[in-house]
């Protein structure tokens, strides 16, 4: 089974892009991969899934 997660990057000055990688980085380090991306409004959006039992 999967499960999901949806994440956003941080609309703030101090916020960049690189910020925004390391946060997908850490959430690959515990098991989940980013499906889908898309910007909505300026902000970027990931769409994130991982084995329910790796929880």
């Known amino acids: 089974m999967k499960e ?3 994440i956003k ?7 960049k892009d ?13 098991g989940w991969r ?3 991306t ?3 409004r300026g902000i970027v959006k990931a769409v994130l ?3 329910k039992d790796k929880a």
């Open 18 to 30: 690189a910020d925004f990688e390391n946060l997908l980085n850490s959430y690959a380090k515990t």
């Open 49 to 51: 899934e991982r084995d």
């Open 9 to 15: 990057q941080k609309s703030t000055p101090i916020k």
């Open 4 to 6: 999901y997660k949806f």
């Open 34 to 36: 980013v499906v889908n």
């Open 38 to 40: 898309f910007v909505h």
